[in-house]
């Protein structure tokens, strides 16, 4: 069946690389590109970084309206959110009107939890859009007392933020430790003395039990009976795919709201419809299990996938990939490749006690499952190819130990 006609929901990195990617094949249909904010494609990382820190920044946008609609041939649909799909009519309803496709691409991303009971108080943010990022600017800017919720990326590089600006900052975690879902709670502790190096008061094991204020936010009552002024609160507790427009579609939706269920091609099952980026679980062949990733490399990677698979079903490749990902907090690169569920953490460089340059290596089975690094920029890239070419634990330490036998 030949494909006319491409729609892509979702204006984000990974429903821009589908655009781009599909162009670049040569497919010369129809592109429609929706979107539920009425902002270009914009690039979300910076979000938390360079445009809260910079001092006049610029919106992160990827392309130019006349890029998207002159040079790729795009049709815009920004601002109204895709409300519905009807697999068997191969439609997406958006709005008041139904788009037809040949080939779909979902690419809806995911939404970020916010605090029960907190939205109907000005001065609580969450940093997942544009314009949050200009509410949370605005009130750094202006000195707000800051407290953030949440220690993990998103939380870590607003306090980051705030602390730059000589702001006091206070952080909760309900964990044990910073990072307990990305690097595991052994190296989550060696995040900690970042916080505490810099300044900022890190209470972890504590959750928040309500948010005071009248109309607008004044004080955070923790867990632990503890009361916290603050005029400022950011909210970094994670995200939820956006996949409640997809509810009556048909489409196999993790049990545990947690995406669209994929194959290891990102189809989801339906005839011509893939997805990618932060709302696709879908099988890795690399790690034989299904992932949901919420990384900037993978979304890349899936969005330009995910197109060239809709449009040319018969080739279809799989999405085989080692998970990377990676922040700045308080002047220090960490970096994660892998997997940090393991049977083993072994530290294979530096002091977590001490600080400073830090390599930690995940064993999962017999085999290098993930490594961390803190100001390793030199040697991340080196594992995850060990990790990609399944390298057995005792080969990765002799690399290790190799490596360390050099720089010394």
């Known amino acids: 069946m030949s494909r006319e006609n491409l729609v892509v929901v979702g204006a984000s990195l990974a429903g821009l690389r589908a655009v781009e990617a599909a162009r670049k094949a040569g497919f010369r249909g129809a592109i429609t590109l929706v979107g ?32 998207l609609r002159d040079d790729l041939g795009v049709e815009l649909s ?15 309803r958006v709005g008041e009107r139904c788009l ?43 000195g707000a007392r800051t407290l953030v919720v949440g220690a993990g990326f998103i939380g870590s590089e607003i306090a980051s933020g705030a602390r730059a600006r000589g702001l006091d900052v206070t ?6 430790t910073p990072l307990v879902r990305a690097v595991g709670e052994v190296m989550g502790s060696a995040c900690s003395r970042l916080h505490h190096d810099n300044g900022t008061d890190l209470r972890c094991g504590v959750g928040v039990q309500r948010v005071e204020g009248d109309g607008r936010v004044e004080r955070v009552v923790l867990s632990d009976g503890s009361v916290i002024d603050a005029e400022l609160v950011v909210v970094g507790i994670g995200a939820t795919p956006a996949t409640d427009w ?25 005839e011509g419809v893939y997805a990618a980026g932060d709302v ?35 080739a279809a490749t799989p999405y085989r990939t080692v998970p990377y990902f990676w922040s700045d907090v308080y002047g220090s690169r960490i970096q994660f490749v892998g997997v940090p569920a393991s049977d083993e953490v072994r530290v294979v460089e530096g002091d977590p006690d001490r600080g400073g340059r830090i390599v930690a290596l ?18 991340i890239m080196k594992y995850r190819g060990l990790i990609t070419k399944a390298t057995s634990w005792p080969d990765a330490l002799a690399f290790a130990e190799q490596r360390r036998a050099v720089a010394t």
């Open 280 to 314: 696709a679980r879908w099988h890795n062949p690399v790690f034989e299990r299904a992932m949901r990733l919420e990384h900037w490399t993978s979304a890349a990677e899936q969005g330009a996938l995910a197109a060239r698979n809709a449009l040319d079903p018969a």
């Open 100 to 142: 037809d496709y040949d080939a779909l691409v979902i690419a809806t991303g995911a939404t970020a939890r916010t605090l029960p009971g907190s939205q109907h108080l000005a001065g609580v943010h969450t940093v997942r859009t544009l314009d949050d990022a200009v509410a949370v600017r605005k009130a750094l800017d202006a």
């Open 246 to 270: 997809l509810r009556d579609s048909g489409l196999t939706l993790d049990s545990l709201d947690n995406g669209v269920v994929c194959d290891e091609t990102l189809c989801t099952g339906a």
């Open 78 to 92: 920004l601002g109204t959110p895709a409300t519905g799909l009807d697999v068997a009519g191969k439609q997406v």
């Open 36 to 67: 539920a904010e009425e902002h270009l494609p914009y690039d979300r990382p910076p979000l938390s970084k360079s445009f809260l820190d910079d001092r006049d920044p610029e919106p992160p946008v990827f392309r130019t309206e006349s890029v």
């Open 362 to 379: 995940y064993r999962e089975g017999d085999r290098l499952a993930g490594a961390l690094t803190i100001n390793g920029q030199n040697v």
């Open 171 to 176: 952080v909760v975690e309900a964990q044990a």
